[in-house]
């Protein structure tokens, strides 16, 4: 608002001035009314796209300095509406961007499983790795415990390189129907799970929780306003949800539980705000490492705590993105060569103020990032060491 008066009151000097030179006092008196008659215009928040006037580089990052591994995409759907697109096709963008390794999160569980294997890792070493997930519809009959640690173990045995958790667990998943309990993310029942999962070598990926703006109230305060707005169903605010930091203590419980089980906190460990606690759970837990998927326009808003911070966890940090083949409402996460090139360049390059997202506006908070410039040592690690290390795979 500020900044309109400011510009409207430098028109009309400037208006004035400029009648001045034309020596007419009465034409100067007309184009001063004029400019008053009428005022700015209100202009939608979801129409503004302010273009940055900033003359700073402007660095394109074709390929990666490094082959990289994306720990964190799904590309293989399950109960889909769309069939998945082609492994083929999806090599071509892999091969421009110097993406060497998908890791498809989401790979399903049995036959499914079978299948995005057989169609995805098999058909392209290397190129492809699938996780299996756990069987949430089933946690509430008996003996689920016992029976889901054990197909953890076919999961492996058919191929899969880990398992994934979504935020099913903690937000959605209830005991005795939609109107149950919500299952916290500790319940025991997942103990054996847990258990066979570092038994067997299998990293965990988890998710859980959302930003920290979701479990806010959606109103002019909320920094992600627009987008709570568009998807007020992604909103965990009231209701009997827990808190952010309920969620969080229940999964550091796990940690603690399951020294022998390596997780990786996706999206930043779940809190890419607040880099501070981030770290404090990496000092904690040995077993825990993070990925970075879809939290590049948190972690490049604050470039300076970020450098400093993939300094020092410099191995425990994996790349990711969170791609999702086709059109999705989330253009952070649609799979292409813009979307790896953003990336690139954030961790890359020290460019400035730029999007963190292929789109016409920031789809997660108005806002812009600044590249991080990491070392090659830094970068290695992150592309793709840390992940090898973690997968127990040889891949580059
Ligand atoms: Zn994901």
Redesign the pocket.
Same mark, same amino acid.
């Given at each position: 608002m500020n900044e309109t008066v400011t510009q409207s009151t430098r028109r009309q000097w400037l208006a004035t001035a400029a009648a001045g030179l034309a020596g007419s006092a009465v034409a100067g008196r007309a184009e001063i009314a004029s400019a008053q008659a009428q005022p700015p215009s209100p202009l939608p928040l979801t129409e503004f796209e302010p273009k940055s006037m900033l003359h700073v580089p402007m660095t394109t990052v074709r390929g990666a300095r490094f082959p990289v591994i994306d720990f /964190?995409t /799904?590309i293989s759907r399950r109960r889909a509406t769309r069939p998945p697109v082609p492994p083929a096709e999806l090599l071509k963008t892999m091969d421009a961007v110097n993406l060497r390794t998908m890791v498809n #999160?989401t790979g399903g569980l049995g036959e499914d499983l079978s299948a995005t294997i057989a169609g995805f890792d098999r058909a392209f070493p290397r190129r492809f790795l699938s996780m299996t997930e756990p069987a949430w519809t089933r946690a509430a009959e008996a003996g689920y415990a016992r029976w889901q640690a054990d197909e953890i173990a076919k999961a492996k045995a058919a191929g899969a390189v880990g398992v994934k958790v979504l935020k099913t667990l903690g937000l959605y998943l209830r005991d005795g129907g939609p109107t149950g309990k919500l299952v916290s993310v500790d319940d025991p029942r997942f103990d054996p799970m847990w258990e066979a999962c570092g038994r067997l070598g299998m990293p965990v990926a988890i /998710?859980v929780g959302d930003p920290e703006a979701f479990f806010l109230p959606i109103d002019r305060f909320n920094e992600r306003f627009e987008e709570l707005n568009a998807h007020p169903d992604w909103s965990f605010h009231g209701k009997d949800f827990p808190s952010f930091k309920e969620i969080l203590e229940a999964r550091d419980r796990v940690f603690a539980k399951h020294p022998n089980t390596t997780f990786v906190g #996706?999206h930043v460990g779940h809190w890419a705000e607040n880099l501070q606690a981030v770290g404090e759970t990496l000092d904690r837990f040995r077993n825990v490492h993070v990925e970075i998927?879809?939290r590049i326009g948190e972690l490049g808003r604050q470039p300076r705590t970020a450098a400093k911070f993939f300094d020092r966890y410099q191995d425990r940090i994996l790349f990711g993105t969170?791609a999702i083949p086709l059109g999705v409402e989330t253009p952070q996460q649609v799979f292409g060569e813009e979307l790896y090139r953003i990336y690139y360049r954030f961790l890359e390059t020290e460019d400035e103020h730029f999007d963190y997202a292929p789109a016409k506006r920031p789809p997660q908070g108005r806002w812009k990032i600044y590249g991080l410039g990491l070392r090659d040592g830094i970068l290695r690690k992150v592309y793709n060491g840390n992940a090898q290390r973690v997968l127990g795979l040889k891949l580059i």
């Open positions: /964190h /799904h #999160l /998710h #996706l998927g879809a969170d």
